[in-house]
Every structure is written in structure tokens, then in C-alpha cells.
């Protein structure tokens, strides 16, 4: 059973940094057809979950626009972890960030295709 377990949430100021990590067990369950996908969202309080960042087993890895520059998403084969440096965080970072696996997919940031998801951490920046 794949399962997804993130740590490295918590509470900074304005323009400080967080990293979030991402662990993976049975990550070899996710490889179909040569492929696996892992993301991170968020949600903010009121609002609609989004996609911030993904990355797949090829290295292939993109971020949305309003992240652009100050986040970025890595991963180690080595210990099956993905990881989210969150650098120059903003009050418009504050939600809880959630870990996310698709099956035998290319790099995407469409939520649909994500099977499996962590418990969320949360992010909180404030001024």
C-alpha cells in the first residue's frame, strides 16, 4: 500500500523559508509503464485546493506561476522522499500543503490523476 507522510510544516514570518518533505513507501507500486508522478498542493482557508508544484521519475518538474522562482520541488531516489524548498514565503503561502502520488504518469498538476495523498501540513506565514 503506497503511503504518503509529510513533515517539515510549521510557522514563519514574511520572506523567511520552509521545506517540506515528502515520504514515500512501496514508491515501486507507483512505476506504470515507466512512470510516476508526485505533486504538492495546498489550501488555503476559503479556497479551492490548488497544484503547486509536481515532479516525475524522470526529473521532470514544474511549478505554477505564483510560486514561480521561490519554490522548488526535488526529489531523492535514494530514500523516496520529494521535497518543497519555499523560499521568500508571503501570507499568500499560508495553507496546508498536501503530498500527492500518480500512478504511471508524466509530470502533471492535474489532481485527478492523483491516487494517493498525505495528511497535510500546515504552512502558516504571517508579518
Known amino acids: 500500500q503506497v503511503q504518503l507522510v509529510e513533515s517539515g510544516g510549521g510557522s514563519v514570518q514574511t520572506g523567511g523559508s520552509l521545506r517540506l518533505s515528502c515520504e514515500v513507501s512501496e514508491y515501486s507500486k507507483l512505476i506504470k509503464d515507466g512512470m510516476a508522478c508526485m505533486a504538492w498542493f495546498r489550501q488555503a482557508p476559503g479556497k479551492e485546493r490548488e497544484a503547486v508544484a509536481a515532479?516525475?521519475?524522470?526529473?521532470?518538474?514544474i511549478v505554477i506561476r505564483a510560486v514561480d522562482g521561490r519554490f522548488r520541488i526535488s526529489q531523492d531516489s535514494g530514500t523516496n522522499t520529494v521535497y518543497l524548498q519555499m523560499d521568500s514565503l508571503t501570507s499568500e503561502d499560508t495553507a496546508i500543503y498536501y503530498c500527492?502520488?500518480?500512478?504511471?504518469?508524466?509530470?502533471?498538476?492535474?489532481?485527478?490523476?492523483?491516487?494517493?495523498w498525505g495528511q497535510g501540513t500546515q504552512v502558516t506565514v504571517s508579518s
Open positions: 515532479i516525475d521519475n524522470a526529473g521532470r518538474n
Open positions: 500527492a502520488a500518480a500512478q504511471g504518469m508524466r509530470v502533471t498538476l492535474v489532481a485527478s490523476f492523483y491516487k494517493y
